[in-house]
Every structure is written in structure tokens, then in C-alpha cells.
């Protein structure tokens, strides 16, 4: 993996997600760091995430339609998508470790990782659709 050295806009992208506990957006991401540091770009923004994520710093969570959120909790867990309303959480379902393994009958495949994202309403949109 290339090295790279630790900037202050790096630092601060990764302050900002030690924070935050919410999957938020690489957007909802770029407006909170421009109230500590106005001159920041989205596009420093956006690669600092893609460096973090891809050192494994944090964890991308790409969804089936809009934005990807992003998640600082790097150990194995699932997560939970509103159609509604796009926010992510964690779901609370026992991350099954065997599933990082590569079965015997898919000989030459190797697993890296997995992960599940269940799809359906949060709480809050469930009530709204009851109105």
C-alpha cells in the first residue's frame, strides 16, 4: 500500500468522522468541516475519504440508489438503509465471521470481506407513512 503523509485536511476529515457516529454523506461531511475551516474544497473533501477509506480508516457504504455514507467503525457490523430517507444505521445483528471465509465449493475465489445492508423504513419514516 503506498504511504502517504497526514495532512491537516486529511486530519481533520478523520476528526470529523471520529464525531460522527450518523453514515453521513461525503456532502453532509464537507459542510460540517467548512464551518472549521472555510477554505477546505469538496474535492479535497471527497479524496481525503477515498485515501481513508481505501487504508481502511473508515468504511464506504455504498447503497443501491444515492449517495455513499461512511461509516468510522471499521469492525465487522450491518447496517440498515431507509428507502425514505436515505440515512444509514447500524443494524443490531451478530456480524457472522464465518461468512469472511471462502466456501471449499468455489475453489480458486478468495473472500476479502463482506458486508449486508438491509433495505426497508427507519422509525421515524414509518410513522410519517401512518399519517
Given amino acids: ?9 486529511r486530519q481533520l476529515v478523520l476528526d470529523m468522522m471520529k464525531e460522527n457516529f ?21 474535492g479535497t473533501v471527497y479524496r481525503n475519504l477515498n485515501l481513508l477509506s481505501e487504508q481502511g480508516m473508515i468504511q464506504r457504504l455504498t447503497t443501491p440508489a444515492g449517495p455513499d455514507h461512511y461509516d468510522c467503525n471499521t469492525n465487522g457490523h450491518y447496517h440498515f438503509l431507509c428507502r425514505k430517507c436515505d440515512r444509514v444505521f447500524d ?10 471465509r471462502t466456501p471449499a465449493s468455489m475453489a480458486g475465489f478468495k473472500t476479502e470481506y463482506h458486508w449486508l445492508m438491509l433495505v426497508g423504513l427507519c422509525p421515524d419514516c414509518q410513522k410519517e407513512k401512518e399519517k
Fill in 91 to 100: 443494524a443490531s445483528i451478530p456480524y457472522d465471521e464465518a461468512l469472511d
Fill in 22 to 42: 450518523t453514515h453521513p454523506t461525503a456532502d453532509e461531511i464537507y459542510t460540517k468541516i467548512r464551518r472549521k475551516a472555510p477554505k477546505i474544497s469538496r
Fill in 1 to 9: 500500500m503506498l504511504q502517504t503523509r497526514n495532512t491537516q485536511q
